[in-house]
């Protein structure tokens, strides 16, 4: 049987997985090489109902020491900006777009997402966010299953499949680009006015 369709219903959530079940079944996984080379896998952390998940790229050294995402300088950041969009970090869910961390940081590769790509796919059905947004260009990329980068993409929301999307600068990129800080802050607020202008739906728990 499909998924009904009831007008005026269209962000319904369809099915309910637990996050609990997604990461029972990562378990330890070795779908791809880092299984060999992490200390933790990073699943996730937050909010199981946020209205707004953020995705990053992956784990660096803190965040595979702690097995939480955005715990070190990126996350510093990242928590000094939830403000400007009225959002504190117990509202909000984070995840990678992998979950265990490259060697010395380096950029993911295609087929390290690709065996990590079901796992994020589900806990985005599982929390079945508001908004997502994507910071930095591997989150983009992979959302909006585009070659784009981020900042052609930035600055206005996208629509993918069921969820707007808003595509912004990976929070560690404006410690090299610090041209960059105030049109993450600009999109931060951005995030802010769109989620005042879209109260939750009644029913919806939050
Ligand atoms: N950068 C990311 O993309 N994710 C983290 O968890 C930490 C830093």
Redesign the pocket.
């Known amino acids: 049987m499909g998924v009904m369709h009831i007008p005026g219903h269209e962000h319904q959530k369809p099915r309910e997985v637990t996050l609990e079940e997604i990461r029972d079944v990562l378990g330890n996984c070795q779908l791809c090489p880092l299984g060999q080379t992490r200390t933790n896998l990073?699943f996730g952390v937050g909010n199981p109902h946020a209205r707004v998940m953020f995705i990053?790229?992956?784990?660096?050294r803190n965040?595979d020491l702690q097995g939480e995402?955005?715990v070190?300088a990126?996350?510093q950041k990242l928590n000094g900006l939830l403000g400007l969009a009225g959002l504190r970090r117990e509202d909000i869910y984070i995840a990678?777009v992998i979950k265990c961390r490259p060697p010395s940081n380096r950029n993911p590769r295609p087929e390290e997402i690709e065996a990590c790509s079901p796992f994020l796919r589900e806990q985005i059905r599982s929390i079945w966010p508001d908004v997502i947004v994507c910071?930095?260009n591997f989150a983009t990329q992979f959302v909006l299953r585009t070659e784009q980068g981020v900042t052609k993409l930035r600055g206005r929301f996208h629509q993918t499949g069921h969820f707007v999307v808003m595509p912004t600068f990976?929070p560690?990129a404006t410690i090299y680009h610090q041209d960059w800080l105030p049109l993450l802050e600009a999109d931060m607020r951005m995030l802010g006015q769109w989620l005042a202008e879209h109260p939750a739906e009644a029913g919806e728990v939050r």
């Open positions: 990073v990053g790229e992956g784990p660096g965040e995402p955005f070190g990126a996350g990678n910071l930095g990976h560690a």
